[in-house]
């Protein structure tokens, strides 16, 4: 693939990434949850620096500085790691801070929020940027397991809080969407 290429599907994910988590946060904030007091969503400031950083990687891409090819590939997996880990970070952080709550209801939504964001990002470096597929099959591999994992841990959490099987059941559920994807 050439650096042209890459480079223009860096643009194209980097600013898809900077205003999806920015409508998020924008509607967290100012939304009818603010308003009821919902924790069904990333909390605003995951949002926020989520799109900061996209919007950072976008400028970068989109500016004259010379990125060869490497650098590009560094630049993007960078994003991908940065977004990857503050996905897993907000699961693991909020859903437990949820399940000691026992808001069991915003820790299922945040869950399954977290699982349609990994599935987002697994389409992008699918579709926008360009890798052999098996490269590109690892890469989504990776994003699975690793989100797998985090709820594994929420699940073992929510195992040990002494909360009642069939409040657990959904959380279970939550994990074999986690699976499937």
Same mark, same amino acid.
């Given at each position: 693939?050439?650096?042209?290429?890459?480079? =223009?599907?860096?643009?194209?994910? =980097?600013? &898809?990434?900077?205003?999806?988590?920015?409508? &998020?946060? %924008?509607?967290?904030?100012?939304?009818?949850?603010?308003?009821? *007091?919902?924790?069904?969503?990333?909390?605003?400031?995951?949002?926020?620096?989520?799109?900061?950083?996209?919007?950072?990687?976008?400028?970068?891409?989109?500016?004259?500085?010379?990125?060869? !090819? !490497? !650098?590009?590939?560094?630049?993007?997996?960078?994003?991908?790691?940065?977004?990857?880990?503050?996905?897993?970070?907000?699961?693991?952080?909020a859903v437990v801070d949820l399940i000691d709550r026992r808001d069991l209801v915003d820790a299922v939504a945040i869950q399954k929020n977290g699982v349609i964001r990994t599935l987002v990002l697994m389409i992008c470096w699918g579709v926008f940027l360009p890798? =052999?597929?098996?490269?590109?099959?690892?890469?989504?591999?990776?994003?699975?397991?690793?989100?797998?994992?985090?709820? *594994?841990? %929420?699940?073992?959490?929510?195992?040990?809080?002494?909360?009642?099987?069939?409040?657990?059941?959904?959380?279970?559920?939550?994990?074999?969407?986690?699976? &499937?994807?």
């Open positions: 693939t050439s650096t042209a290429t890459l480079r =223009s599907g860096l643009v194209i994910v =980097s600013g &898809f990434l900077a205003l999806f988590h920015l409508a &998020f946060a %924008v509607i967290g904030l100012t939304g009818p949850a603010a308003i009821v *007091g919902s924790n069904s969503d990333a909390p605003a400031w995951s949002l926020l620096a989520r799109a900061a950083v996209a919007a950072a990687v976008f400028a970068l891409v989109r500016s004259s500085v010379p990125l060869d !090819r !490497r !650098r590009l590939r560094v630049v993007e997996m960078t994003l991908l790691c940065v977004e990857m880990l503050l996905i897993l970070g907000t699961q693991y952080l890798r =052999s597929p098996r490269v590109t099959a690892k890469i989504v591999v990776t994003l699975a397991a690793a989100l797998i994992f985090c709820h *594994g841990l %929420v699940l073992h959490h929510a195992d040990t809080v002494d909360l009642a099987s069939d409040d657990v059941a959904s959380h279970q559920i939550v994990m074999a969407n986690a699976v &499937f994807l």
